[in-house]
């Protein structure tokens, strides 16, 4: 399976994966897990979001367990964040069948669509939209890089955007959800264990700062004429870094765009889009807030106007303490318990379903860069860990 999926939307010259959603590479995705569904007997779906189902068992009978994550790509992202879990999740069910497991309960392996955000600029929209998160609405007004909405980029890919928005149905199908995830971080490879369960998700979101000041000729405008905006991004930069620091929280400036973006052009606009997170939300305020007003006061004194946009937020998730446990106790009940500052779609559907997080060891904790990586062997045991709580939670 994983060399199947492996060259789907790989950028030779980068080494990393642009699976953006509603893309060519996306759809390649798609037609991989409807086959992996179908060549194990498994009823495949795409729901109203754009999910994707792969059933064991009747859907409407209820109180299923349901694992999986997601297979699209931040830009040039690694082969693991995602994909693991949803390649994780069949390799899983092949295993049970191998133990001759009975199962009691529907098994569901979803491929949540759009989880990176990386085209439309919000994660989790497909299990946003599921749980009510999302309204029509919003992601309706949801754009691309060149101006093409969602809905025009689902209509192309050949799904329908009229059906989009909340599926309590679906979600009352479901009696738990388990994601199993490669680490963001080193944890585990500190602490020599080679899977994790997740405690707690920390409160996130992303601001986007626009800096607006006056283009002009970058040979022939005195320093003392200039309405740069650029400065006092930098600045900002800065300041993320510094504010970050003092709180023992992250925040990171990824994303920039500069018009006209001519090297001899001062810029009339730079737009910065930073993303931030910590151990709790008056923590991330602080942090956001200190970072902003640094923004402004340099806005200020060079001219420039200002302003801050909050396009997404996610509180902290605690995942609950019963499914959690109950997944220590299946594995032995020696499982390293721990907090992680990455989304995810488990974290979104937590307001509505049970759910729980596996962790698989990253031997250099690097994420979303084609250098991510976890040792086969970790992964093997990633496979039989969530074999031996699926088995325990679905086959009773």
């Known amino acids: 399976m994983w060399r199947e999926l492996a060259p789907i939307g790989r950028e030779e010259s980068t080494g990393g994966y642009r699976r953006y959603a509603w893309t060519a590479a996306d759809a390649d995705c798609r037609s991989w897990f409807r086959e992996q569904a179908q060549a194990r007997g498994l009823a495949h779906e795409t729901d109203r979001n754009g999910n994707q189902w792969a059933w064991l068992g009747d859907p409407a009978a209820g109180d299923a367990v349901v694992t999986g994550s997601h297979l699209d790509s931040v830009p040039d992202g690694g082969a693991f964040d995602g994909p693991l879990g949803v390649v994780s999740a069949f390799a899983a069910l092949d295993e049970l069948r191998r133990r001759g497991a009975e199962f009691t309960r529907p098994l569901a392996i979803v491929n949540f669509g759009d989880e990176e955000g990386a085209r439309f600029g919000l994660a989790c929209v497909g299990s946003r939209l599921a749980s009510g998160q999302l309204t029509r609405e919003k992601a309706y007004a949801l754009t691309d890089a060149d101006g093409i909405t969602l809905p025009r980029a689902m209509e192309a890919a050949g799904h329908d955007p009229g059906a989009i928005g909340p599926d309590p149905g679906r979600l009352a199908r479901i009696g738990a959800f388990v994601e199993l995830h490669v680490e963001q971080g080193r944890a585990l490879d500190l602490s020599g264990d080679r899977i994790g369960i ?103 004194s060079d001219g420039v106007d200002l302003s801050v946009v909050r396009e997404s937020f996610t509180p902290v ?50 994420s979303h860069s084609p250098a991510e990586f976890a040792a086969e062997d970790d992964c093997v045991a990633g496979v039989l860990a969530l074999a031996d709580v699926l088995e325990g939670l679905a086959c009773r």
Not at 342 to 348: L, N, R, T, Y
């Open 317 to 366: 998730v605690e995942f609950g303490h019963a499914l959690r446990d109950e997944l220590n106790r299946l594995l032995g009940g020696r499982v390293p318990v721990l907090g992680t500052g990455a989304g995810h779609d488990a974290g979104i559907l937590s307001a509505a379903v049970p759910t729980a997080m596996l962790f698989v060891r990253n031997p250099t904790g690097v």
């Open 198 to 300: 997740a405690s707690a998700i920390w409160p996130h979101g992303r601001w986007r700062f626009d800096f607006r000041g006056e283009a002009n000729h970058a040979g022939t405008t005195r320093l003392a004429d200039r309405r740069d905006p650029m400065p006092a991004y930098a600045e900002t930069v800065l300041a993320a870094r510094r504010e970050a620091g003092l709180a023992g929280a992250v925040a990171t400036f990824g994303k920039v765009a500069v018009e006209p973006n001519g090297v001899n052009a001062i810029p009339s606009l730079v737009r910065g889009w930073l993303d931030s997170r910590a151990a709790d939300r008056t923590t991330l305020d602080t942090v956001v807030a200190a970072i902003e007003r640094a923004a402004r006061d340099r806005a200020r």
